[in-house]
């Protein structure tokens, strides 16, 4: 079976380290839960067609209105509410229905299970356990209609298959007209939805009996045909129940008219041409006057029908050994699969790797057969529910098939078995963008956010979807929810400020909204480094004639914060790059390089930066993928007094071609030292590290 996720997420998408976006979730293993199950059967699939009378109600709908009058058992309150106020725990939920199960409360027993099947909804055995205690109550048409609610989670389950069709058994009139082809038809229902399993033989078997008690014998061997065709665990017993039929009834009552009478004409035609001269020597032998009686027209004589049956056989037989070849095909695969069934303990690696084996060689196998691969997948959805890689797997199988189908498995993914988990739901948003339903996109990415809010990624992924949707009123808007809900988290709230401030400078250009939002995050978050390098950034980034004056202050309003020695030296080495770069005054260059080089004696220096524009991977921080900035610097101790020089020539590489590609090569001249850098920036360092 499968089962809801039960694990809690344990990222909730605040910064332990504010150079980046991290989200930890705890790993995809399971709660281990109490109760073991037998089946071997049973998952959801968008496959087979809807059961027999099927009514699509909701399983939380209360079925038995007139009874929650009743009073409740004592100890049901107590189990109630430590099931709900934790209903990631499968073991709160067994300890209330088995206390439920024991008190005999149909009343209790309901509210219970309907919860419970909620959340855990391809736990077969509850089904079962649910649709008794209706009919145990007398309530035959309540007990269909679980049974019926559960084979529409769970259509692939042969043993609720089975259940049902023996309630119906049991309280059907078979003596009414109607009842034979309505038990027949579920009987369809059940082979089309689970008929092609590896262990439907039961089903099958169930199917072929009933039939004959029906004496319905030419139905029976109908069933039987089709069963030959579909590689089970027990496909030779269905062989040998084929040759029993044929050999323990007459052809013309199990064959259907049309191969009865072609068989028996080919069968006539031989004899007759084989016995020609058989006959005319048994003439010769004959008294005088004594013949042979002639079998009368239109009866078969034994042998003419154990020739029909031969001919049956070696068709059959045929058949069977095809069949026989697929089901040595996959025995290896089926044998490697312990744990067919869901449970909420996690499998181990030998599990999911045999799982993801078997998937390979399927659909390598029938790349052109998709109803066998998409029942395999059906099938480790199962036991492996709780594992999004394999719902990942089978949407994008049939996403390349039919996107609605494709579709179908990602919302019973999300909204049923990994309510809790980010990861697929923003893969289902992604992949409602990509088919253009955005409206859907955004409804998930909702939902998941308040399912388990607070998580970055999913409001970065929100912001990201209006802006490709050419909606950035919506995505500033979103942003500015965030960093206003954010303040009592500073890191988080100094994240989502430098994503509103850059969105606001880079798509919105407006560098003075942004300048704004960042100086707002720096009073909360005064010795947040990655918001004075980014406030730097955005004054940087203005008009060069009005902006000297304004980098300079942002300048010494960082070198004033509680920030970290590394992070001061970058900022005034920023500073003093760009009045190099800008500044119409040369004393005024000068007077910010002898502040840079009193800063780097004060903070004792760092070691030398890697050269042609190399970091110590030790010294990158791991920061906002564009808003972070890496420091290494180093700077002699000393001033050289000499004069100023010019660059010097371009270095030309081996081809003789202007290296150019790095105005670091530049800075490892002799005659630039004469500014006293040494190298201790060069252009190709970045300020942002790679992601």
């Known amino acids: 079976m499968a089962a809801e996720g039960c694990e809690e997420m344990s990222g909730n998408g605040e910064l332990e380290d504010s150079s980046a976006m991290e989200m930890s979730e705890v790993a995809e293993a399971p709660l281990t839960g109490t109760e073991e199950m037998s089946e071997k059967n049973g998952t959801a699939t968008e496959v087979p067609e809807a059961p027999v009378c099927a009514e699509p109600d909701s399983v939380s709908t209360h079925l038995a209105a007139e009874d929650v009058d009743k009073g409740l058992p004592a100890d049901f309150e107590r189990l109630w509410t430590a099931a709900n106020d934790n209903p990631q725990d499968f073991t709160s939920w067994t300890d209330l229905l088995q206390y439920c199960e024991q ?98 033989d039961r089903l099958w078997d169930l199917y072929v009996e009933w039939e004959k008690e029906q004496g319905n014998m030419r139905n029976a061997t109908a069933v039987l045909d089709r069963v030959l065709k579909v590689p089970t665990q027990l496909y030779n017993t269905h062989y040998d129940k084929f040759k029993e039929h044929l050999n323990n009834n007459e052809p013309k009552e199990i064959l259907s008219p049309e191969e009865y009478e072609e068989l028996r004409a080919s069968c006539r035609q031989s004899q007759k041409a084989d016995c020609a001269e058989q006959t005319q020597e048994e003439k010769q032998e004959t008294p005088p006057g004594e013949e042979k009686p002639a079998t009368p027209e239109g009866l078969d004589t034994e042998e003419l029908k154990q020739k029909i049956r031969e001919k049956v056989s070696l068709q059959r037989e045929k058949v069977y050994q095809e069949n026989e070849d697929e089901v040595r095909k996959r025995w290896h695969y089926e044998d490697a699969i312990k744990r067919p069934y869901f449970h909420v303990k996690p499998l181990d690696h030998l599990q999911l790797q045999a799982w993801h084996s078997y998937l390979d060689w399927e659909i390598a196998e029938l790349n052109k057969d998709t109803s066998q691969v998409r029942v395999l997948f059906e099938r480790c959805l199962i036991a492996c529910a709780l594992y999004e890689e394999f719902w990942t797997r089978y949407t994008r199988y049939l996403e390349s098939h039919n996107v609605e189908e494709a579709r179908a498995v990602f919302k019973r993914a999300c909204e049923i078995h990994l309510t809790r988990r980010p990861n697929i739901c923003m893969q289902w948003a992604t992949f409602e963008e990509r088919h253009g339903n955005l409206s859907e996109a955004r409804r998930v990415l909702e939902t998941i956010e308040e399912t388990v809010p607070g998580l970055a990624v999913v409001r970065l992924r929100r912001v990201a979807l209006e802006r490709r949707a050419g909606q950035l009123e919506r995505s500033e808007a979103l942003l500015q929810e965030a960093v206003a809900g954010s303040k009592e988290k500073p890191t988080l709230h100094a994240f989502y400020s430098i994503k509103l401030a850059r969105l606001l400078l880079k798509l919105g250009r407006n560098p003075s909204k942004a300048r704004t939002v960042l100086q707002e995050a720096l009073e909360i978050s005064p010795n947040n480094d990655k918001l004075h390098i980014n406030l730097l950034e955005v004054e940087v980034s203005g008009d060069t004639w009005a902006s000297d004056e ?88 000393t001033m050289p007094q000499v004069p100023i020089t010019t660059p010097p020539p371009p270095v030309t590489d081996m081809s003789g071609q202007a290296a150019y590609g790095g105005y670091s090569s530049w800075y490892q001249q002799p005659q630039y030292g004469n500014y006293g850098y040494h190298n201790t920036w060069n252009y190709n360092q970045g300020y942002y590290p790679t992601s």
Not at 604 to 619: I, L, V
């Open 550 to 637: 304004v980098v300079q202050e942002c300048v010494t309003r960082a070198l004033a914060a509680p920030l970290t020695p590394q992070t001061k030296i970058l900022l005034s080495q920023r500073g003093l790059q760009f009045a190099e770069d800008y500044s119409n005054s040369i004393q005024s260059v000068l007077s910010l390089y002898e502040g840079h080089q009193k800063l780097l004696q004060e903070l004792g220096g760092t070691k030398r930066g890697a050269e042609n524009g190399e970091e110590d991977a030790e010294k990158l921080g791991k920061g906002d993928e564009d808003a972070a900035v890496a420091v290494s610097a180093e700077a002699s101790q």
């Open 103 to 200: 008190e005999g409360n149909i009343t209790a027993s309901r509210r219970a299970l309907e919860s419970f099947l909620v959340r855990y909804p391809l736990c077969y055995g509850y089904w079962k356990k649910f649709a008794d205690i209706e009919r145990r109550a007398g309530y035959n048409d309540r007990a269909e209609q679980v049974c019926v609610q559960g084979l529409q989670v769970i259509p692939l389950s042969v043993d609720l298959w089975i259940h049902y069709i023996n309630l119906l058994l049991g309280t059907l009139d078979m003596n009414l007209p109607e009842s034979p082809p309505r038990i027949r038809g579920v009987f369809e229902d059940a082979v089309r939805a689970a008929g092609l399993d590896f262990h439907s």
